[in-house]
């Protein structure tokens, strides 16, 4: 049974990590969510769910507005090219639905099947916002903490420079 949001209040609790959230409409999108953005602090995020052809699973969590190179992705991290998974493995794996992949769903993953890519680029803002499992909320932690959060989830992160993949053309 996957976390709930509860859940997860308690396990940041357990780790120290300070944390607030803000209920919302549910929000899909980064361009839905823009007007809920504009009042909170700090980096918002996009998080893309992917797969590779030898079943490898990605979670990349980068800034809202960071140009996220999937078709070079897989050079960077040393796996097969990457499209993003179905919404079964996405439920399976990180145990959320699609419009509310987040980092936090690590914490489904008990078996340690993906790999988090973390943009360079969020973690020189602070706080970092996240659904809290669903996107009907949004959490804000500190930088330092979302490290610490990935880490006690058994995922220490690949820390990639987006825009430098972007601008290497």
């Known amino acids: ?53 030898r079943g490898r699973f990605v979670l990349v969590s980068a800034l809202g507005d960071t140009p996220v190179r999937v078709n070079r992705l897989h050079k960077l991290i040393g796996c097969q090219r990457l499209s993003f998974a179905r919404e079964s493995d996405l439920l399976e794996v990180l145990g959320v639905r699609p419009g509310s992949v987040t980092a936090f769903a690590l914490m489904n993953d008990t078996d340690g099947q993906v790999t988090f890519v973390l943009d360079a680029a969020l973690l020189s803002t602070d706080p970092v916002n996240f659904h809290p499992l669903k996107n009907d909320a949004t959490t804000a932690i500190a930088r330092g903490d979302l490290l610490k959060f990935a880490k006690a989830t058994g995922h220490d ?11 290497d053309d």
């Open 157 to 167: 992160p690949l820390i990639v420079d987006f825009a430098a993949l972007a601008a």
């Open 1 to 53: 049974m996957p976390a709930a949001r509860t859940d997860l209040f308690a396990f940041l609790d357990e780790l120290g990590i300070a944390h607030s959230t803000l209920d919302h409409a549910p929000v899909f999108t980064v361009d839905e969510g823009q007007a809920i953005k504009a009042g909170l602090p700090g980096g918002h995020t996009k998080n893309l769910f992917l797969k590779d052809k």
